[in-house]
């Protein structure tokens, strides 16, 4: 047929927008939005509307390369993947096998993510396999899976309408998840109260009931300071409190110390600016809280998550329609690939590496011996490749050069690696500094599941074949198994991946091809006759209480100081994705938002003598980039922000790579720097 | 697909039909399985059918078309765009509470091939609406709209009649990308571009992620145009009286370089 239309699911964030890709003579050209798709009703963003136009690009990596000194050079498949076996093998024998890091790809289908995972531990030997979750969302994981007992989001994506306030930070809704920002949009006409709280105005804060502007890093300030006005003026849900959670007594001893007035002086929102938050969220019937990076990417990330957990929690808003605590998961399939087990701690299904029974489960179910203690973070890992502990990393569709803060000391931790394959679909910043590159499928060309930001299980399917010898990676990683001499990687089809992981992952255990075929499932789902879970915590929470965090405000890990006198924050903007890959390599979108820039107050300009368009210097203690200026009163004196989409000037060589000790995230979202003209 | 094939005399079919527990548009050659046939929800057809054509080098396509679509189609065959010749329309009526949603006055395809043709829609609420406000009160209105706007470009791209090979709206004279929302002249220029070409077929307003009301702002433009010009879009006779030459005549050709 000259043109057909394949139903498949988006591969830019985690709404999980479904729609059809148009292919015309084998080739994907355009794409149609799907009208009766649950998710996305038909409508689309500019990214998905685009997401057609790199798939024939002509920077698509067709045919495997190895490195001959500061040439990569074709090879073949045998050649190619003969190299990387025989190198990690050999690395495995001298160092150890947990001097090989593995990391997995947000970008690529739970299928796959459950290979990788399994590819690491049962044919590599290690724990060592992470995923770019740890630069996202391995705060909220790690921050609700302690408060709730599950790391997920809550609700689901189509509740957002029905919600009477929906309090949203630290996300850039209407650019990061414009779809979910289309719903809250929906919510406001139907007369839901919206409260922005974010250290720049958005697209959605400019139209808000609310818009309050904290200073970046005081997150739990206000959320505390929240807190304390409803206890205090007694909005508080006493039954839920009683019934449902612990610790409550502790979270009112320290929200005591939250006045409207201190929390003023710490964030900088004026004090009835926090009393009206307060109240209009305490007051609403159904109240949902959305976040994104704004919270999750600080040095106090897990504790920032928490914070708003006891927020949700004290007034009652968890377990019910339209409330709860939903993380937007930024990617396709960062979901899917935490589901999945691409984590160093956690089996497929959240089940915990270090739990014996879970190890012996994993390791009959696999045939291998398993290492018993968990494994590496990639924030960790790069810093163990500085000091010689890692000495090999495998990496599945990910781009730390770009993804990774503080740039220069990646690519130290790099150039001390004995060996690197990377496995891509483009030549990235981090392909170029391998010493194996194979070419992988992208979205388009392979069947699989991602799962979205709601747990919704969405089917990936080929609408056309890769370019030249280019694989799926699910291919690439079973070929891997095999030649690690591991039995279990015998797969003719995704589908047979997704039924096994299904048996070990028991939130997943009624989950089939057959039912994502026709219908939405949404995990947990533990058995076939099982309709899968839109809300989350009804009646009890896993661990049966929900858990009170007493967090107290820390300053962020790096304070602005005479040298570096403004705080830089990074983010995405509508038009491109993360590190540019994809959506630079797309006319349209490219037009829209073709060079870096970094935005300044209009006060803050004048007095550096900056003008709009001008070309600036920004450092800080990490490096330097030159861009141009976009002179906005969207953002606050004192804080600049730098979208991190572009390689001529990555935002990423500024940024600090101070850690939060639970979840091992980076601080994206404060560090000091300076700014000048150029 | 008999209606298709034997009746209409086509050699393809473009229809929409379930599959996946969704309702898709499909291209069927004749004598293959059409699996199941949905035309309940309102895809558009005629956008989908200007994508389909230029990969489909020969033969006749039948296309199943609500009256909109077909407006739509005689649009673009004035414009040298489709090939009449090459075209079979089955006519699809919409249903009563289809017409209500797009308030459209003009619902039955001229000849009706599936269905039975509602009554036509004699009011308009939402327009209505807008023109009771003051002036002032409904310049805020669409200012208000407007600022809900993520230029994703839906509003085009799902347009039957938008067709230019250079868009305007993404020209940085008028449309300078510095983010969103984009300027009151986005919306204007689209707005004065579709005044002699718009069929009210309201997948503008559906496509809208924002809810802004599209359909009612085009009806508004269209009201206009007939008032002035005595010209309704979609009519497969009469050109478009803003090509006109100096004289007031209508130009000769060249119709579709506007």
Redesign the interface.
Known sequence: ?????V?TTCPYCGTGC?F?L?V??GRV??V??????ETSK?????K??NAHAFVNHPDRLTHPMMRKGDQLTEATWDEAMGKIVSELKRIASVHGTDSIMVLASAKCTNEENYLFQKLARAAIGTNNIDHCARLCHASTVAGLLQSFGSGAMTNTIPEFEDADCVLVTGSNT??AH??I??RI??AM?KGAKVVVVDPRDT?LS??ATMSLRQESGTDIAWINGMINVIISEGLHDKEFVDTRTTGFEELREIAKKYTPEKVEEITGIPKDDIVKAARIYASAEKAMIAYAMGITQHSNGTSLVRALANLAMVTGNVGKESTGVNPLRGQCNVQGACDAGALPNLYPGYQNVEDGEAKAKFEKAWGEALQPKKGMTLTCAFNQALTGDIKAMLIFGENPMMSDPDTGHVEAAISKLEFMAVVDIFPTETAKLADVVLPAACYAEKDGTFTATDRAIR?VRKAADPPGDARPDWQIACDLGRMFGSRGFEFESPEQIMAEMAAVAPIYGGVDYERI???MVRWPCPTKDHPGTKVLHIGSFKMGRGVFAPVEHTPPAEETSEDFPFILTTGR??FHFHTGTMTRRSA?LQ????DPYVEINPDDARSLGISDDASVRVSTRRGEITLSA?VTPWIRPGTIFIPFHYVEAAANRLTNNALDPIAQIPEFKVCAASVEKA | MRLAFDEKGADYLLATREEHGNVAPVLLRKGEDPGAIRVDVPYQMAMILTKVNKHVKDGKIAVVARKCDERAIAELVKRDLLDPNRLALIGLACTAEQVRECRCTDPCPSTVDIGECAEPSTEDAPVAGVLGMSLDDRFDFWIDQFRKCNKCFGCTLNCPVCFCDECLLEDKTFTPEKGIPPGLAFHLIRTIHMADKCVECGECERSCPADIPLLSLRKMVNRDMKELFGYVSGDPERRSPLLTTLDGDPMEDDMHAC
């Open positions: 047929m000259p043109v057909s239309y139903l479904n059809f148009q015309a003579d050209v355009g149609v939005p799907c009208k009766t798709d038909g409508r689309l963003c500019i998905g509307y209407l650019e414009p779809l920002g289309a949009l929906k006409e697209p400019r139209v089917a075929e026709r219908e903007n509508l349209k037009r829209e938002a073709p976009r």
